[in-house]
T-cell receptor, first 116, second 111 residues
Framework: EPEVTQTPSHQVTQMGQEVILRCVPI?????FYWYRQILGQKVEFLVS????????KSEIFDDQFSVERPDGSNFTLKIRSTKLEDSAMYFC??????????????FGPGTRLTVT | QKEVEQDPGPLSVPEGAIVSLNCTYS??????FMWYRQYSRKGPELLMY????GNKEDGRFTAQVDKSSKYISLFIRDSQPSDSATYLC???????????FGAGTRLAVHP
């Protein structure tokens, strides 16, 4: 069964450094999302992406964050200058565009980001 | 008032018990309701997906949605130790919009 994959599984970085988190969504999926989950807290929406554009972003997704689909398979989340509070699990999700629409979002295993 | 409320538990039950997990929500625009299972430090795994009100059954799992009460439930029959995980409810108003998650309920099924 196709799966969403994410790399790396764990990233440790120093405060102020840039990180890029990578996701390979399921191949026939066209809508993509990033969520994060701070330890012990809810899963929170960051951004959604469709047709090479951001569809929606949350208040968390400020100028330090960006997303890109650099080729036909990868979907990346970049944090330009990491802060301690960016430490969290980051999940990529994807969804097929179908008729009628399916809202089933399939999540990857996550990247644990630790900012020191 | 939080958009989605879910009792965090923990909930501890013996093997074979029927488990009931619940969420309430405040946004009447929500139409799509999901239950995810999450093991520690892993990604959410989609268990059940329901559109609008009604019941849906899949094996030992039954999802119920009562939009008039803004209340959703997940029932697990004949619970197994392998069901021990955190169960997250999530919902959206459609249009490929974001999911809003509950806090998750930790479930432990002991042999």
């Amino acid at each position: 069964e196709p799966e969403v994959t994410q790399t790396p599984s764990h990233q440790v970085t120093q405060m102020g450094q840039e990180v890029i988190l990578r996701c390979v969504p399921i191949s026939n999926h066209l809508y993509f999302y990033w969520y994060r989950q701070i330890l012990g807290q809810k899963v929170e929406f960051l951004v959604s992406f469709y047709n090479n554009e951001i569809s929606e972003k949350s208040e968390i997704f400020d100028d330090q964050f960006s997303v890109e689909r650099p080729d036909g398979s990868n979907f990346t989340l970049k944090i330009r200058s990491t802060k301690l509070e960016d430490s969290a699990m980051y999940f990529c999700a994807s969804i097929p565009v179908t008729t009628p629409p399916s809202e089933e979002q399939y999540f990857g295993p996550g990247t644990r980001l630790t900012v020191t | 008032q939080k958009e989605v409320e879910q009792d965090p538990g923990p909930l501890s039950v013996p093997e074979g018990a029927i488990v009931s997990l619940n969420c309430t929500y405040s946004n009447s625009a929500f139409q799509y309701f999901m239950w995810y299972r999450q093991y520690s430090r892993k990604g959410p795994e989609l268990l059940m997906y329901t559109y609008s009100s009604g019941n849906k059954e899949d094996g030992r799992f039954t999802a119920q949605v009562d939009k008039s009460s803004k209340y959703i439930s997940l029932f697990i029959r004949d619970s197994q130790p392998s069901d021990s995980a955190t169960y997250l409810c999530a919902m959206s108003d459609g249009g490929y919009n974001k999911l809003i998650f509950g806090a998750g309920t930790r479930l432990a099924v002991h042999p």
